[in-house]
């Protein structure tokens, strides 16, 4: 795949999850412009993901039994429809319905993700989903410098607005732009195929050890970026929403940086820079608690936080998308289930969090997050899958998962 139409898949996922993390910067405008209590603003984020949850479940594994392009612009078409419904949202309540159906297709980043590993040859599959991935890394942080801008001076609602134009846009370039899912000629299957095959994921250990590793990598990112505005817009800090939403750049160096992740994952070192990148989220939060007493100080940590969460989650990927090269989109759409849990869960908490006991527990509870992760790798997260045995079907062998699991994909 060349360097543009890896571009043009990492300008679709960034706008596509843009739309899902677009309200973190302006949580408290929004919560007050719609009469939600500030303890539960973060739901509004988290109605994207649970909508984000279901669409990993019920569409994403679409994508292997039809033609993955025509299905991300379907996808970004309908997402347009939510993020309209959001900018036009009369209460609350057609905030969080808008949302939830953002969330529900912004799956098409998997989409895309699963269209670049299977399009690529082998010695650069790591490379391309690297790219495209930065791409998801740019919409969840740059959306917060884009939104706390136009947010203070045309409000909240022309975010909305400006990002289903940018979807409509990216659905007509991705037909234009990007060549037909040629597949290799296999036995076909249907929609129950490719949704009984991701049920079965479920029972794998492989599987089941990267997906929790999701789940507590990104319950510790959700935890900072959905409450990072609070803190921030309090005392002694008292930024503006555009001032807020520059620190998503702050973010974007650190997560840029780490694209290189790809080049580790194929050249076989995917499972210790998963291991490196845990330890190093957790040191990240020593320096991220300073916040009520310094600003230069997290924000060397949130470069950090996020160089290691785009390492750890661009190795998760490489080592699945390996394991079972046959189900690309099914197996990425059941690893981000665990995604879009720990996001949820991080961005219910924050909140809670600091409006119960300030930062310092919030920065304890995701440094928690990021333990847990570490301890999970530990166990059981140093073992590399081979795809021909991942492949396989049925149940799996016994003693699979330990040393070189077979059939653990």
């Known amino acids: 795949m060349d360097a543009w139409r890896r571009s043009l898949l990492a300008v679709v996922c ?7 993390y677009a309200a973190q910067p302006v949580l408290g405008v929004m919560g007050r412009d719609l009469g ?3 303890g539960l603003a973060g739901w509004i984020v988290a109605a994207g993901q649970c909508g984000y949850l279901v669409g990993l479940v ?3 594994p679409v994508g292997d039994v039809v033609d993955r392009r025509r299905l991300m612009a379907v996808h970004l078409g309908v997402s347009a429809g939510g993020l309209v419904l959001t900018a036009a949202a009369p209460a609350a309540w057609a905030v969080f319905a808008g949302l939830a159906l953002v969330g529900l297709f912004a799956v ?3 989409t895309a993700v699963a269209y670049a590993a299977s399009v690529s040859a082998p010695g650069e599959r790591g490379r391309s989903i690297g790219v495209v991935t930065s791409g998801v890394v740019v919409g969840i942080l740059g959306a917060r410098v884009v939104t706390g801008v136009l947010a203070e001076v045309w409000g909240w609602r022309s975010v909305y607005g400006s990002l289903a134009a940018l979807s409509l846009l990216l659905a007509v370039l991705v037909l234009a732009v990007l060549p ?3 597949r290799p000629a296999r036995p076909a299957a249907g929609y129950a195929d490719a949704l009984a095959s991701l049920g079965t ?4 250990r492989f599987f089941l050890v990267r997906g929790l590793i999701a789940f507590f990598l990104f319950a510790s990112f959700g935890t900072l970026w959905s409450g990072l505005s609070l803190p921030l817009a309090d005392e002694p800090w008292r930024l503006s ?6 620190f998503g750049l702050v973010g974007l160096a650190g997560a840029l940086g780490a694209a290189r992740a790809g080049r580790w994952a194929d050249a076989g070192r995917a499972v210790p820079v998963t291991g490196l990148g845990l330890a190093l989220l957790i040191a990240s939060w020593a320096a991220i608690a300073r916040l009520p007493w310094s600003l230069w100080l997290p924000a060397a940590g949130i470069v950090l936080l996020d160089f290691a969460v785009q390492a750890v989650h661009v190795s998760n990927q490489h080592l699945l998308t390996t394991a079972r090269p046959d189900r690309v989109s099914g197996v990425i759409g059941g690893y981000m289930v665990f995604y879009s849990l720990g996001s949820a869960l991080g961005a219910a908490s924050a909140t809670a969090l600091f409006t119960a006991r300030g930062w310092p527990s919030t920065s304890l509870l995701g440094a928690a ?10 166990v059981g997260g140093r073992t590399v899958p081979t795809a021909p045995a991942a492949v396989t079907e049925g149940p799996e062998p016994a003693g699979a998962g330990r040393g070189v699991p077979g059939g653990a994909g």
Do not use: H, K, M, N
């Not at 992760?373 to 530990?378: G, I």
């Open 36 to 38: 939600v209590p500030s």
């Open 14 to 20: 960034g706008v596509a999850v843009a739309g899902v």
């Open 369 to 378: 997050f990021a333990a847990c992760a570490l301890v999970v790798w530990a």
């Open 180 to 182: 037909p899912d040629v």
């Open 201 to 204: 994921l479920f029972t794998r």
């Open 58 to 60: 019920l569409l994403v």
């Open 108 to 110: 098409v980043v998997q």
């Open 241 to 246: 929403e555009s001032r807020i939403g520059l």
